[in-house]
């Protein structure tokens, strides 16, 4: 799993969420690892790619800014494990 202690430091927190304007997507990485981080709408659509990069340690932020409400999902993939996490826009 992506939230493996020995990747992460702490859990993937998406805030706001709900959301209004933008939302944050944040984790900390405990060592250097590839990460890709993916915006799905809620018919499994990539919407968005917004890191795909090998990341060093350390706290990682990235923002997602939707022009259209709904449910969205925030795919964190590090080292190859991934971690999926429901997001709405009001």
């Known amino acids: 799993s992506v939230n493996d202690p020995a990747v992460l430091g702490q859990q993937i927190q998406v805030y706001p969420n709900p959301f209004a304007g933008q ?3 944040v984790f ?3 060592e250097q690892a590839d990460v890709r981080v993916e915006m ?3 018919t499994g659509r990539l ?3 917004l890191v795909n990069a090998r ?3 350390g706290e990682q932020m990235f ?3 939707a022009t259209q409400a709904g449910v969205y999902y925030c795919r964190v993939i590090v ?3 991934a971690s999926v996490t429901k ?3 009001q």
Request: charged share 15%; net charge negative.
């Open 23 to 25: 939302t944050n997507i």
């Open 28 to 30: 900390e990485l405990v």
């Open 40 to 42: 799905f709408d809620q």
């Open 47 to 49: 919407v968005q790619i």
């Open 55 to 57: 990341l060093n340690a």
């Open 63 to 65: 923002n997602f800014e």
């Open 79 to 81: 080292n190859g494990a």
């Open 87 to 89: 997001v709405v826009k």
